[in-house]
């Protein structure tokens, strides 16, 4: 369930999005990420594949390496190739380094060895964007400035998020210099240039690389779910930079008030949840802010505290659950409603980036969708 390594690189290598991801795997592998990818964003395909089948499995596929960059570099329209070496090359031996440095191509190539059985898909992600750090330089300070990391372009809501808590910032005076991995590889060369980062879950071992080359303290933060977990998110960020912000939350706390009887009557309700490093700040919005009672809390992604999970939840009063598409199946057999909020999301789109769950305004639209799942309770 964890996706393993080859997954994590992907998902860095993919939020790159002037890029080009050439996966070096049997076509399989390639269809799996991205089909992830692809589920709220058909019109952005930009990975290829060398498509590697018994023959090279036997004979090598450096040459099948070969050819598709050589091709690669004819078709596409893009300044930087990054190519993921998944189970197969690294099983077989391929020289994966050796085909690169000796092609002449008018694009950049990067690469990273990321067999999926060889770690899990955080260590995929954290070594991925350490592969893409060579790219930095060093350039100007821009005050009063953050990046972001440990985004993904797959994960759900992202662009939503992305836009909400950049809005949240600029009310403290804050700009978000670049999300990582979720930008351009003009705007991660400019990484350098911001005050601070601030890493949410993944991709601190970058952050400590910044700061050893280019001085920039960081700080790991959770996710910023709710009005008082973005509250305490801007204040911790705005100290650390010395700007100061409006604290008047008055007009976002304005929409709950539409809904005061539903929040009354869904106080100490018992709910579950499973995901990521999102898991835990989401907790706390639930428990803190609405009022739910967290029986139970996996933010680990292996199949055996997932099982364990279900087990628990099975055994348990769980009205809700809270987690991602793997856990559709639980909820129909308890007849319990599913608030998707994690990776992998495979069975629900989102498209429209004024709909986050992140920041002041996720907290109104979340809690929207909590109380509009319980309302739909019937459709089951």
């Not at 804050?174 to 590889?185: A, D, F, Y």
Request: net charge negative; glycine share 10%.
């Amino acid at each position: 369930m964890d996706g393993g390594k080859f997954f994590g690189a992907y998902r860095a290598f993919s939020g790159i999005r002037d890029a080009v991801v050439l996966n070096h795997v049997p076509v399989g592998c390639n269809w799996g990420a991205g089909m992830f990818r692809t589920i709220s964003d058909q019109a952005d395909v930009r990975q290829a594949c060398t498509v590697m089948h018994e023959r090279e499995i036997v004979f090598g596929g450096e040459e099948s390496l070969r050819r598709a960059l050589l091709r690669a570099d004819e078709l596409y329209d893009a300044p930087l190739f990054l190519v993921i070496a998944g189970d197969v090359p690294s099983i077989i031996g391929d020289d994966v380094a050796g085909i690169v440095d000796e092609l002449s191509l008018e694009k950049e190539v990067l690469w990273t060895e990321a067999a999926g059985f060889s770690g899990s898909m955080r260590s995929g992600y954290e070594e991925a964007l350490l592969r893409l750090a060579p790219l930095m330089s060093g350039c100007d300070t821009a005050e009063g400035s953050i990046n972001l990391i440990g985004f993904c372009p797959d994960d759900f809501k992202v662009e939503s998020d992305v836009k909400e808590i950049k809005r949240s910032m600029k009310r403290a005076g804050i700009e978000v210099n670049c999300v990582i991995s979720n930008c351009s590889s003009e705007e991660f060369k400019k990484a350098p240039a911001a005050e601070l980062n601030v890493v949410f879950g993944q991709g601190t071992d970058l952050a400590k690389l910044m700061k050893e080359e280019f001085g920039i303290p960081y700080t790991e933060l959770d996710y910023p779910y709710g009005i008082e977990g973005t509250e305490k998110f801007i204040e911790y960020v705005s100290e650390s930079l010395g700007t100061g912000w409006d604290a008047d939350l008055e007009h976002e706390i304005e929409p709950f008030k539409k809904v005061y009887l539903y929040l009354h009557e869904l106080c100490k309700t018992p709910v579950s949840i499973i995901g990521d490093f999102h898991a835990g700040p989401l907790a706390e919005f639930l428990a803190a802010e609405l009022g739910f009672e967290v029986e139970h809390l996996s933010s680990s992604g292996s199949d055996l505290d997932r099982q364990r999970f279900e087990q628990e939840v099975r055994g348990s009063d769980t009205m809700m659950i809270f987690g991602s598409s793997f856990e559709r199946d639980l909820a129909r057999e308890l007849e319990v409603p599913l608030v998707r909020f994690n990776y992998p999301v495979f069975d629900q789109v989102s498209i429209y980036d004024n709909a986050p769950y992140a920041g002041f305004g996720g907290a109104a639209f979340l809690t929207e969708t909590i109380i509009n799942a319980i309302m739909g309770l019937g459709d089951f």
